[in-house]
T-cell receptor, first 116, second 109 residues
Framework: DVKVTQSSRYLVKRTGEKVFLECVQDMDHENMFWYRQDPGLGLRLIYFSYDVKMKEKGDIPEGYSVSREKKERFSLILESASTNQTSMYLC???????????????FGDGTRLSIL | TQLLEQSPQFLSIQEGENLTVYCNSSSVFSSLQWYRQEPGEGPVLLVTVVTGGEVKKLKRLTFQFGDARKDSSLHITAAQPGDTGLYLCAGAKGGKLIFGQGTELSVKP
């Protein structure tokens, strides 16, 4: 069974902290994605990666960075957390070469992050 | 500006009723995917439609892709409480998926 695992289900951090969200997939997928999900806004793409050490900005990259040192692992970093980054964060992976987005994305169960 | 407009955002119906969820855009997509998300879990793919005018059925769920590949609909026949969840449409464009706002469906017994 395919699996995308996010390291934490719930996380509470303070304003100004550096926050790391980790995601691991066991499907040998080339593509990995980070989204945030807010009520009434759907899923918004923060960053994605189509290969090891490659990264592309999504629609809302400000305040975030990512790291992909190994194919199976994609990390999201909040450089200096702020209260407006309180949200549900979802990681996903998909197979296929970059530019071909018809493949389904497989999601983790999300990390609910609260910034106080 | 939302590229994919999904409607309605909320739907509360009785068991046995029929319903339709719409996903509209002014952009053309290479494909459109529908996902369902239950509380505490990530979205799970229901179907992908690729060809303009395509219709796909998944038991009581019928998915349609518009002829111009700009819009899609999801029709559920005789809804059941187990259909309760958040339904998301997502258009494939430029190597990414663009998601609609979602439709929160509640089916009461």
């Amino acid at each position: 069974d395919v699996k995308v695992t996010q390291s934490s289900r719930y996380l509470v951090k303070r304003t100004g902290e550096k926050v790391f969200l980790e995601c691991v997939q066991d499907m040998d997928h080339e593509n990995m994605f980070w989204y945030r999900q807010d009520p009434g806004l759907g899923l918004r793409l923060i960053y994605f990666s189509y290969d090891v050490k490659m990264k592309e900005k999504g629609d809302i990259p400000e305040g975030y960075s990512v790291s992909r040192e190994k194919k199976e692992r994609f990390s999201l970093i909040l450089e200096s957390a702020s209260t407006n980054q309180t949200s549900m964060y979802l990681c996903a992976s998909s197979e296929g070469s970059f530019g071909y987005s018809n493949q389904p994305q497989h999601f983790g169960d999300g990390t609910r992050l609260s910034i106080l | 500006t939302q590229l994919l407009e999904q409607s309605p955002q909320f739907l509360s119906i009785q068991e046995g009723e029929n319903l339709t969820v719409y996903c509209n855009s002014s952009s053309v997509f290479s494909s459109l995917q529908w996902y369902r998300q239950e509380p505490g879990e990530g979205p799970v793919l229901l179907v992908t439609v690729v060809t303009g005018g395509e219709v796909k059925k998944l038991k009581r769920l019928t998915f349609q892709f518009g002829d111009a590949r700009k819009d899609s609909s999801l029709h559920i026949t005789a809804a059941q409480p187990g259909d309760t969840g958040l339904y998301l449409c997502a258009g494939a464009k430029g190597g990414k998926l663009i998601f609609g706002q979602g439709t929160e469906l509640s089916v009461k017994p």
